[in-house]
């Protein structure tokens, strides 16, 4: 009889290494920081477009067995990145674990979107940023073969289902979604399997973010702290995708097997899908 795998600790994943940390400033980000701390990470660096709370953050996080730096970075722009990264892993290192965590939403009808402040920006800040800092990093990841190595990239619901209000900010995310786990096999199949992908793909998080918007039935709008424990667990166990709560799996099921109307009906009138995004305001 063969063995069960075992999977790598969280010891061995984050002890003695290197974390780059998108929207690392504030929220989730935030979270993912001090966990690394306290699991021993040895360099953390914490990239944000907020520079004066990134660096405070990073001032209140420093030990002496954990370096903890603040780099000011617009995602949006490819240039930033490949500077940017360059500089990390000259004060920081490679990265071993990336997490893939900034974005940015607008809730509205798609016509009332700007083309250059909204469309344009959410694409490039929620996917094209993500995939030219992992196309930055991927070489560094893949050529050191010594320890665990893990890409978290922080999805959503909204990449697994459609949803009035939120067109351009779905899309962002259904082509995360979409790179993110072709991008899981392609490591697996060129035998690159010590860099593991993960994506995360939660509901409705009580960051911020989202404010005003309401969980549809049976889906609690959840706390950064759930959220990030369990996005963390699964980066550390290499989990292909991690959906939080339940009831975004049972969604994306029914979705997939029942009739596009019968689906409308029961998204639109019984779990209030549909009109979640309807008293949206956003972060100030």
């Known amino acids: 009889m063969g063995t069960k795998a075992k999977h790598p600790t969280e010891d061995e994943v ?37 520079g004066d709370r990134a660096r405070a953050l990073a001032a209140e ?26 500089r990390t892993v000259a004060e920081s290192g490679a990265p071993d674990v990336l997490i893939n965590n900034a974005g940015i939403v607008r809730g509205a009808l798609f016509w009332d979107h700007d083309a250059e402040r909204d469309i344009e920006a959410i694409m490039r800040v929620n996917t094209l940023g993500p995939m030219w800092l992992t196309r930055e990093a991927l070489p560094d990841m893949m050529a050191d073969r010594s320890r665990p190595k893990r890409i978290l990239n922080v999805a959503s619901a909204a990449g697994l289902l459609a949803n009035p209000r939120m067109s351009v900010y779905a899309s962002s995310k259904w082509a995360m979604l979409g790179w993110s786990d072709s991008l899981r096999l392609e490591l697996e199949r060129e035998d690159a399997g010590r860099v593991r992908v993960t994506t995360f793909c939660p ?5 911020g973010m989202f404010a005003g918007a309401r969980g549809p039935l049976m889906t609690p709008v959840m706390t950064p702290r759930r959220a990030v424990a369990a996005a963390w667990r699964g980066m550390i166990l290499g989990t292909p995708i991690v959906t ?15 009739p596009v109307r019968l689906w409308d009906l029961i998204a639109g009138k019984i779990f209030h899908v549909y009109s979640s995004m309807d008293r949206f305001t956003g972060r100030s």
Do not use: F, N, Q
Request: zero cysteines; proline letters at 2%; a positive charge.
């Open 14 to 50: 984050i002890r003695g290494s290197s974390v780059l940390i998108t929207g690392g400033a504030r929220g989730m980000g935030e979270l993912y920081a001090r966990r690394a701390v306290a699991a021993g990470a040895s360099a953390i660096a914490l990239w944000d477009v907020d």
């Open 61 to 86: 996080l420093d030990r002496p067995a954990t370096a903890v730096r603040a780099y000011v970075v617009d995602l949006g722009d490819r240039e930033a990145i490949r500077e940017a990264y360059a």
């Open 203 to 207: 509901s409705y998080i009580s960051t």
């Open 244 to 258: 939080k709560p339940w009831t975004v799996k049972l969604s994306a099921a029914l979705r997939g097997v029942l």
